[in-house]
């Protein structure tokens, strides 16, 4: 009979500690989610000024040849000429 009862109240609690230990490992899950889902929008953020950095390049190296590319507060492209070392004569 001590058994029996032994098993009876070992089931619940095993059950109990199961659905608890899913509900703990829940709270994690959704922290890394957060933690996820910032990285990732930071990448994209990341990505997308480096591919507006390489077309403001593009653009000013099409028009002006060899240029610097800036872009200002209002976001508008600023290409600057970039000046040429003079070569000395012999």
Do not use: Y
Request: negative net charge.
């Amino acid at each position: 009979m001590n058994t029996l009862t032994n098993w009876l109240l070992a089931i619940p609690l095993a059950f109990l500690l199961g659905a608890l230990g899913i509900a703990l490992d829940g709270e994690d899950k959704r922290d890394e989610m957060r933690v996820f889902t910032e990285l990732d929008a930071a990448q994209k953020q990341s990505a997308a000024l480096m591919r507006r950095e390489i077309a403001g390049r593009a653009v000013c190296k099409e028009r002006h040849g060899e240029a610097d590319a800036r872009w200002d507060d209002e976001g508008n492209l600023i290409c600057r000429p970039r000046k040429f070392k003079e070569v000395a004569a012999i």
